[in-house]
């Protein structure tokens, strides 16, 4: 469905954030892209979303197409209307907005009514978010305004939905809701998650693919349990070591691992 | 005490025109955080442009004014189209600095167009008034308090009730995820510049009828500021009060204390609120969880 090929996009035109990334997600298929800080993960979810351009962004090459028509160049608003709709990182509610005019704000793309009717599916999903609909959503809970951004997502029927660190800075209890809620949309509704994580393991656990990108590149791809296998996945992002006790870091050659995946 | 209810009483009656112009500059603000110095020169621009109309046919009041609040629309619209829209996406100080560039832009063709003497916008009202005890009001005085509690009504609907509306209140508290959910943040821009513009032309009208057309009156825009400075910059209602209150902070300054203070106590006033809350009185202040 979304096809990202050989994307590179730099910054002030000079800084590159990301280069040859390509990437698949298919229909009602949770994806997820794993990868330290900066490695341009935000970066790729942006460019698909096309607001890069506030922050001087540009994609210079390769392209983006969801269904077979390219995204590149689109504005914002025509690319949500596609299907394609991004919650950002650290949540981003309108806080002085209460949360059902942060939510109707999720759905400014489709009529009033469709907005209506989608504000009571948000509130199925999230039942919550119901009970604190008339509350300015700058004071509610971090958990709370997770669930409030990624109802106001949903609020445009997206056949796509792009998260960027939705685990962030939330206690497990709420994560682990939050994940079940995503889950179950894809099963369910069958829409499509591209999902950024800096939670490996979470993430994992219930994607159908992953893509591990570092310095702005597709490093490594795969199912879960294919790159679960794979030694420096272990290492790197999931914690384990080879022999499944704690190491001296005086023995770990980061380096030389990461050369072999650049090369 | 006579005294000083004719004080209050002519203070209100020039604060309202003064919150009227504030409610431009903070909606301005609000919507795209520039500071708009060229709204009291668009508002001269369009109480010339009355004048204009005012003495080719002859309108009543109310006809003029639907006429000024049409027209002032387009020149807000074809302003943003021109002069704003291009620095979308520069820094904010660029596009003040543009505005401060159309303001001396607009006062140099209005005094090309209609000269520099000192016009009556002629208009039916004209002198007639009501009295109140031993207040006079000039009907144009009571319009102008009339229209003022329009305009907040109407800017209370709208901003709380109109999907657009919450859309001008969403971008300007988060712009980039305003992009992010289809916000058409360039229309939500334009549409905050033309209702400005019509505020502005509304006001324009008035101060025109009330108080005649002058080269120099674009100068009412900039004693209304501290009216937006007391109110709080990104505050549209805080703005209307606080130009009443100012109106009538200037007339008593003058009536008890002297000659002259008219024209600092407003921004004296703001280098007082300026230091206690620099948000203004009704502005808000970042909302943070504890």
């Not at chain 1, 914002?76 to 005019?101: A, H, N």
């Not at chain 1, 682990?176 to 889950?183: H, Q, R």
Request: proline share 3%; net charge negative; glycine share 10%.
């Amino acid at each position: 469905m979304l096809n990202v090929n050989n994307v590179q996009i730099v910054y002030d035109n000079v800084i590159e954030a990301v280069r040859d990334a390509s990437l698949s997600v298919d229909e009602g298929q949770i994806v997820t892209l794993l990868g330290s800080n900066g490695a341009g993960k935000s970066t790729i979810l942006k460019g698909i979303s096309g607001v890069l351009y506030p922050e001087e962004g540009n994609i210079i090459g390769g392209t983006i197409t969801l269904n077979g028509e390219s995204l590149i160049g689109r504005k914002p608003d025509e690319i949500v209307r596609s299907g394609v709709v991004m919650v950002p990182e650290g949540r981003q509610l309108f806080e002085p907005l209460t949360v059902e005019e942060n939510l109707m704000m999720g759905g400014i793309t489709r009529s009033r009514s469709g907005a209506t009717e989608a504000l009571e599916n948000v509130f199925d999903i999230f039942p919550r978010v119901k009970e604190k609909r008339s509350t300015i959503a700058g004071y509610l809970s971090g958990g709370e305004q997770q669930m409030v951004a990624i109802g106001r997502a949903l609020m445009s029927s997206p056949r796509l939905l792009m998260l960027d660190e939705p685990s962030l800075g939330l206690a497990p209890q709420i994560i682990a809701e939050i994940f079940a809620a995503v889950s179950d949309l894809s099963k369910q509704k069958n829409v499509s998650v591209l999902l950024v994580e800096q939670n490996a393991e979470l993430a994992l656990s219930i994607a159908s693919y992953a893509y591990i990108i570092e310095n702005g590149r597709v490093v490594m791809d795969g199912p879960p349990d294919k790159l679960m296998d794979n030694e420096d996945v272990k290492e790197f992002y999931l914690g384990f070591s080879e022999s499944g006790h704690r190491r001296n870091m005086r023995d770990v050659k980061h380096y030389k691992r990461r050369k072999r995946w650049l090369s | 005490m006579d005294y000083f209810i004719l004080l209050t009483v002519s203070g209100i009656a020039i604060g309202v025109i003064y919150g009227l112009i504030g409610m431009g500059y903070a909606l301005i603000f609000k919507a795209t955080s520039v500071v708009n110095f060229a709204h009291g020169e668009i508002m001269m621009l369009i109480s010339y442009m009355a004048f204009s109309i005012a003495s080719s046919w002859t309108l009543p009041f109310w006809g003029l004014l639907l006429v000024c609040v049409f027209i002032s629309a387009i020149v807000g619209l074809v302003i943003e189209r021109v002069f704003i829209r291009p620095m979308l996406g520069q820094d904010v100080f660029s596009t003040v600095m543009v505005t401060i560039g159309l303001a001396v832009m607009i006062r140099a063709v209005v005094v090309l167009i209609w000269g520099a003497d000192p016009l009556l916008l002629p208009t039916d009202i004209g002198d007639s008034g009501v009295e109140f005890g031993m207040v006079f009001l000039y009907t144009s005085q009571l319009y102008a308090i009339g229209l003022l509690a329009f305009c907040v009504l109407g800017m209370w609907v709208f901003l709380r009730f109109s999907r657009m509306g919450v859309a001008m209140r969403a971008t300007a508290a988060r712009e980039t995820t305003a992009l992010l959910m289809g916000i058409n943040v360039t229309h939500v821009y334009a549409i905050a510049w033309a209702i400005a513009a019509v505020i502005a032309g509304i006001s324009g009208v008035l101060l025109g009828t009330i108080y005649g057309l002058g080269p120099d009156l674009w100068t009412q825009g900039l004693r209304a500021f501290p009216a937006v400075i007391l109110g709080g910059l990104d505050s549209v209602f805080g703005a209307a009060i606080s130009g009443i209150l100012i109106g009538v902070l200037e007339n008593l300054s003058e009536g008890y204390i002297g000659q002259g203070l008219k024209e600092i106590s407003g921004f004296l006033v703001i280098l007082v609120v300026l230091m206690i809350r620099p948000y203004g009185l009704f502005g808000t202040p970042e909302i943070e969880r504890v």
